[in-house]
């Protein structure tokens, strides 16, 4: 049987297409990647080979993308208008989301996968969601499903949430999500051991999260920092933001200030073998894992899909 053939877009460090490549052991071959980040396209490359990435989905012609199985996309969502709401297609025109119905509409692959964060599904009111689902059923993608699925049911300790948007062209393809694991985790199997001294927080940094975290506290809003140790069951969800300061997750230690995830942790949190290449630096490196996706869920979503196709 011929290899599937994927497209890679808004591709990050290729947290997608592991999935998919788990899934399929391999056998998949990756036919057009688009992705604007420097640094992210540099982790990439270091993983997947030298081939070439696109830039910027906006300005890529039609042409240049090879015909495909299946589209995968963790999409940025800006916000689409309430105003835009009512003028159907062309609301999309200004979101980096038409230029998925552009491609989807111009080659019709057989299957998609779209990934975006959980409030994409309560976005004013649910419905931006609503839009998105009517512009894909509009070019031909009649079975269109979606669900929030949360890292820790798939054997990752990471509170993440995430919704992923399923669509194929047959409308007789019985796709269903996998069903959660529930296999136990704990903080412990995503740590290294003897940790450089520099992720130790500073006592400025900790007496700052501490008083803040005091402060929500008595305001009854907001957050301070996340503190787990080794046998926590997870942490909570890992963002971009994380080399800012580490506060979503702090890893307890005994006797001194506790300390931020190493970028290796970070990675191994988001389900990233130990043989991925983190040729950049930690500030990218939490920037790229962080905004990156759960693999383990990808992998057993790419399953349920392969075997629809």
């Not at 894909?136 to 054997?155: H, P, S």
């Not at 983190?278 to 790229?288: C, D, G």
Request: with cysteine; glycine share 8%; hydrophobic share 35%.
């Amino acid at each position: 049987m011929a290899k599937l053939k994927i497209i890679d877009l808004f591709a990050g460090i290729g947290g997608i297409r592991l999935g998919f490549n788990k899934a399929a052991k391999n056998d998949l071959d990756c036919v057009f990647t688009s992705e604007w980040d420097k640094y992210a396209t540099q982790t990439y490359q270091a993983n997947f080979g030298d081939a070439p990435v696109y830039g910027d989905i906006t300005k890529v012609d039609l042409d240049k993308i090879p015909k495909h199985d299946i589209l995968l996309a963790g999409f940025p969502c800006q916000p689409f208008s309430q105003a835009g709401f009512k003028k159907g297609f062309s609301d999309t025109r200004g979101t980096l989301f038409f230029d998925i119905i552009r491609i989807l509409d111009a080659k019709k692959p057989p299957a998609f996968l779209l990934e975006n964060v959980k409030s994409l599904k309560t976005h004013d009111g649910g419905r931006t969601l609503q839009i998105i689902i009517t512009h894909l059923r509009d070019i031909g993608y009649e079975n269109v499903q979606y669900q929030v699925l949360r890292a820790r049911d798939f054997g990752l300790p990471q509170n993440r949430e995430r919704i992923y948007i399923v669509g194929f062209l047959n409308e007789n393809n019985l796709f269903a999500f996998p069903r959660p694991t529930y296999k136990e985790t704990r903080v412990a199997d995503i740590l290294e051991t003897n940790i450089d001294h520099k992720y130790t927080i500073s006592d400025r940094l900790w007496e700052g999260h501490q008083r803040r975290k005091r402060e929500n506290k008595l305001n009854g809003k907001g957050f301070g920092y996340g503190i787990v140790n080794e046998d926590s069951k997870y942490t909570n969800t890992i963002s971009a933001r994380y080399y800012k300061d580490g506060s979503e997750i702090l890893i307890e230690q005994q006797g001194k200030n506790p300390r931020k995830l190493t970028p290796r942790e970070a990675a191994r949190l988001q389900g990233f073998p130990d043989n991925f290449k983190i040729p950049v630096s930690n500030t990218q490196a939490y920037k790229q894992f962080g905004n990156s996706v759960a693999v383990n869920v990808i992998e057993k979503i790419a399953l349920k899909m392969f075997n629809c196709l």
